[in-house]
């Protein structure tokens, strides 16, 4: 079975991420793939230093790194902070993509050749675009397989039900769209 990792940018209770990371996850797992849900926050990850990394790997950050290792794809889903990504995501990333034993540099086990989805919510008209813009450039940075499609929804605040799901149809056929190709190429990357 495909296995997707879905990592979301946003800790905030009641987060529209969040709900849209829920929704996604549903969808993946209609379209074939095991997913599991990384709460960043709970892996209580320092502020990057190489100080920090040759004094000891954080534990948090090696089980965040070994269960990516162990993934065919990611779904990340954030929201766009000051037109970029949030550092909590950010700073996941950076962890992520250390090496760790005997691996070389740029051996990038966590990402390289992975496939990977973006998804953004946001307050704004703008649904967060220009977050997105960073996180793919980020992720191809780290040698991952980002899928063209990707998902915004934009005046979060009112886009969602009381029952969870996306009030409009644009988004919510896109979420599906999204998440059925990043099925598909993670498969095929894996295979
Ligand atoms: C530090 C900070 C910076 C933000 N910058 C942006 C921004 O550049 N663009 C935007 O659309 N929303 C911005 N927002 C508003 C977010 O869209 C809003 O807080 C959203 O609810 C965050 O996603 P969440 O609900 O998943 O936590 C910012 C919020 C914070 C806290």
């Known amino acids: 079975m495909t296995k997707i990792a879905v990592i979301v940018g946003s800790a905030r209770e009641g987060s529209y991420n969040q709900a849209l990371a829920r929704l996604a996850a549903a969808r993946l ?8 849900a990384l709460d960043l926050a ?11 990394e040759k004094e000891a790997f ?6 965040l790194k070994q269960h990516l290792v162990a ?15 949030p550092a909590l995501l950010k700073n996941a990333i950076d962890w992520a993509s250390r090496p760790t034993g005997d691996e070389n540099l740029i051996a ?8 990977a989805a973006i998804m953004s919510a946001s307050v704004s008209p703008f649904g967060g675009l220009r977050g997105l813009t960073h996180l793919r450039q980020i992720l191809t940075t780290i040698q991952m397989v980002v899928i063209p499609e990707q998902v915004l929804v934009p005046l979060a605040h009112t886009g969602f039900g009381g029952d969870g799901e996306l009030k409009e149809p644009l988004p919510a056929s896109l979420v599906d769209m999204t998440t059925a190709r990043l099925v598909k190429v993670a498969a095929a990357l894996a295979a």
């Open 29 to 36: 797992e209609a379209h074939g793939a095991e997913v599991t």
């Open 42 to 52: 709970a892996l209580d990850l320092p502020i990057y230093s190489e100080a920090l």
């Open 58 to 63: 954080p534990s948090g950050a090696l089980a």
């Open 71 to 85: 993934q065919d794809g990611v779904l990340f889903v954030s929201p766009e902070y000051n037109g970029s990504v």
């Open 108 to 115: 990038l086990t966590a990402f390289r050749g992975k496939a």
